[in-house]
């Protein structure tokens, strides 16, 4: 599989219609976040010997926000960085197959957090999010703060069941999925759209089905047209975490058979999307919220409505998935903190 069909639905699907804007100053990230990541051993030699490397993730943050503040915009794309990274580690023992493992990284991870600061020589993963907590959490309420440690936490479950699948070789059914997919799925990062932004949405909002429904569907557009990019990477490591595999599985498709599928259920969960937003205003009368309030959920739903094209774009530039793809070894420095 490739993503061809991803990019033919821009031509059939009108959500996907409009190609996603360029942040103007893109040129300057690049530099930014390879120096960045480089600096910090996420990144190690040549980037183009590494998924991470090649992944390009200051192009997806810059078609994301393309008019945000370009440091805002910035410190998103060192967190994209920061999450492929620690999703590069759990592709690979010890990680892998193991829950507890991934408990364990993770235990580490969120006490650095909590700490405010990295133990004495700690590697890559734990000193970076340190630092990346420290400057998007400064400016944030106690809320959104728990909301974000919620989220991880979500993430943090997503994998280690998604590594104990692997152990046992459970195929998730097509009801287990979806929810699974998105908690795997860096949950944590649609939190990260309202301090680029610099506002923050009251949570009774956050709560409402209507929200929930146009939140949920986004991150499903996403996490599935990565499936469809990533797949043959996924097959080739008999990981079947991914929904074209999950479908093919469930209903005997071919691999052309499920692509389709997969693609089909983009389009209604994209419509699903468009549907909510479209409801939303009546909605935010009924809760009454300010004119302040009012405006940051309408930057916030462009944001998420915008990103399924955006990513898309990304994934037609970017060479993480693409030919010499396939996973470096794991390095012992990103495993360090099991240590």
């Not at 942040?23 to 980037?47: F, I, K, M, N, Y």
């Not at 133990?119 to 909301?147: C, F, H, I, N, Y």
């Not at 195929?171 to 929810?179: G, I, K, M, Q, S």
């Not at 699903?272 to 205003?281: C, F, I, M, N, S």
């Amino acid at each position: 599989m490739d993503i061809s069909l991803l990019l033919s639905m821009t031509d059939r699907v009108t959500a996907l219609a409009t190609p996603s804007a360029m942040h103007p100053e893109s040129w300057q990230l690049c530099a930014q976040v390879e120096t960045w990541a480089r600096g910090r051993g996420l990144v190690l030699g040549d980037p183009d010997t590494s998924p991470l490397g090649r992944a390009r993730c200051e192009r997806l943050a810059a078609r994301v926000f393309p008019d945000a503040d370009l440091a805002a915009v910035d410190l998103f794309a060192r967190w994209l960085t920061w999450t492929l990274a620690l999703d590069d580690t759990m592709d690979h023992p010890p990680l892998a197959d193991s829950g507890s493992a991934v408990h364990a990284l993770y235990d580490d991870l969120t006490r650095a957090m909590r700490r405010g600061h990295a133990r004495p020589g700690a590697r890559p993963l734990e000193a970076a999010l340190v630092e990346l907590w420290d400057a998007t959490s400064k400016g944030m309420s106690r809320d959104w703060r728990r909301r974000f440690m919620l989220h991880l936490e979500a993430h943090r479950d997503g994998c280690a069941e998604e590594a104990v699948n692997r152990r046992i070789r459970h195929v998730p059914t097509e009801a287990e999925y979806a929810p699974l997919r998105r908690r795997a799925c860096g949950p944590f990062l649609y939190d990260l759209v309202e301090p680029v932004l610099g506002v923050e949405l009251p949570a009774r909002l956050l709560r409402t089905p209507r929200w929930k429904t146009l939140a949920h569907s986004v991150a499903d557009v996403v996490a599935w047209s990565n499936d469809l990019a990533s797949h043959d990477l996924e097959a080739d490591r008999g990981d079947m975490h991914d929904l074209p595999a999950v479908l093919g599985r469930a209903q005997g498709l071919d691999p052309p058979e499920a692509a389709a599928a997969v693609a089909a259920r983009i389009a209604d969960r994209l419509e699903e999307a468009w549907t909510a937003a479209r409801k939303l205003p009546e909605m935010l009368d009924r809760l009454e919220l300010t004119v302040a309030q009012r405006a940051a959920a309408a930057q916030v739903v462009k944001v998420l409505l915008d990103t399924p094209r955006a990513h898309m774009d990304w994934l037609a530039e970017s060479g993480r998935y693409g030919p010499g793809g396939t996973p470096a070894p794991p390095r012992l420095d990103a495993l360090a903190s099991l240590r």
